[in-house]
């Protein structure tokens, strides 16, 4: 049995009031202590910002270039990347327990790139994103697109049962190819996703995005689209930022480049660091000859 602790040398620092501190989040002070705590996994509390790898795209398209084989081409980049995005098909089979890194896992879904996209519906139950340990869900939402109302309604569904269990939800603004991506419409559909509940935000770069971030009351992370020279894509992401984005979520635009842990490091720079995309561009251009060898030297290896 421990000894009564009676030395008298206890410290109660009677005259020094308790501080609270702010949680660091555009917009998520009033958030339960779960909800936030999840939400630290993806945003790195020193920047206040994240770069999350992106790999969820065979959940309507099967496997895409550069995703054909995650264990061995992606696996290598997951320690690079402050959070992922993917299914829980990928995460069960082929991501370690033992990742250090958030996760955001795919929440919506249904139709095939031979189908009619927007019309998704919730596909994991909530019990199995509290299984797996994960960091928020994501739903796209189709703002004027054919099941507009639906999708909207997959993600407050999301949204009522992330509460319920502290997990917060990242609404994607999914645009048709009939849908100008300007800032008008990515102003309505990103500010349509907060209102509605939602605690993060994807979307589109765009001209005036700092218009769009503004009107959105929770952070928006920048979505990373199709394949860019990686000057370009350094451009991009460097544009979101300083137009007030806190983060990117990229994948092709990652695992599709010649040196995808290169590429992951300079846009990490941009993000975390106030990199230009020309100072970025020459972090990839010195780190790219270091990157991950090619799958068949890793097959040769056994690994
Ligand atoms: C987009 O809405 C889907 O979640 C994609 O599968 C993925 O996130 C897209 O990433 P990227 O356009 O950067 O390749």
């Not at 559909?189 to 994807?202: D, I, P, S, Y």
Request: proline fraction near 5%; charge should be negative.
């Amino acid at each position: 049995m421990p000894e009564m602790d009676e030395t008298g040398t206890k410290q109660f620092y009677e005259d020094v009031p308790q501080r609270s501190e702010q949680f660091f989040l555009k917009g998520a002070t009033a958030y339960d202590w779960g909800m936030q705590h999840r939400l630290a996994q993806i945003f790195r509390p020193e920047s206040g910002r994240t770069v999350m790898l992106a790999i969820d795209h065979g959940y309507f398209q099967g496997p895409t270039s550069g995703l054909e084989r995650i264990d061995l081409r992606i696996r290598p980049l997951m320690p690079h990347a402050d959070a992922l995005m993917l299914t829980r098909g990928i995460l069960r089979t082929i991501v370690s327990p033992a990742i250090q890194q958030g996760f955001v896992l795919r929440a919506s879904g249904g139709p095939s790139i031979l189908k009619e996209l927007s019309n998704e519906h919730v596909a994991l139950d909530v019990d199995d994103a509290v299984r797996l340990g994960a960091s928020a869900m994501a739903v796209q939402v189709f703002v004027g697109g054919e099941f507009e109302t639906q999708s909207v309604h997959n993600m407050t569904q999301l949204v009522d049962e992330g509460y319920r269990r502290g997990i917060p939800v990242l609404g994607v603004t999914a645009v048709g190819k009939e849908l100008v991506r300007d800032s008008r419409y990515l102003g309505l559909a990103t500010r349509m996703c907060a209102e509605l509940g939602a605690q993060v935000v994807k979307t589109y770069y765009c001209e005036g995005f700092e218009r769009v971030t503004a009107g959105c009351p929770v952070p928006i992370v920048m979505a990373g689209g199709k394949k860019l020279p990686e000057l370009e894509a350094l451009e991009m992401a460097y544009g979101a930022i300083q137009g007030g984005a806190l983060g990117v979520d990229m994948g092709r635009n990652i695992f599709q480049s010649e040196a995808p842990i290169a590429m992951l490091t300079a846009v990490r720079k941009v993000v975390h660091e106030g990199y230009t995309p020309a100072q970025a561009l020459d972090v990839f251009q010195t780190l790219r000859h270091e990157a991950a060898p090619a799958a068949p030297a890793l097959v040769a290896a056994g690994a």
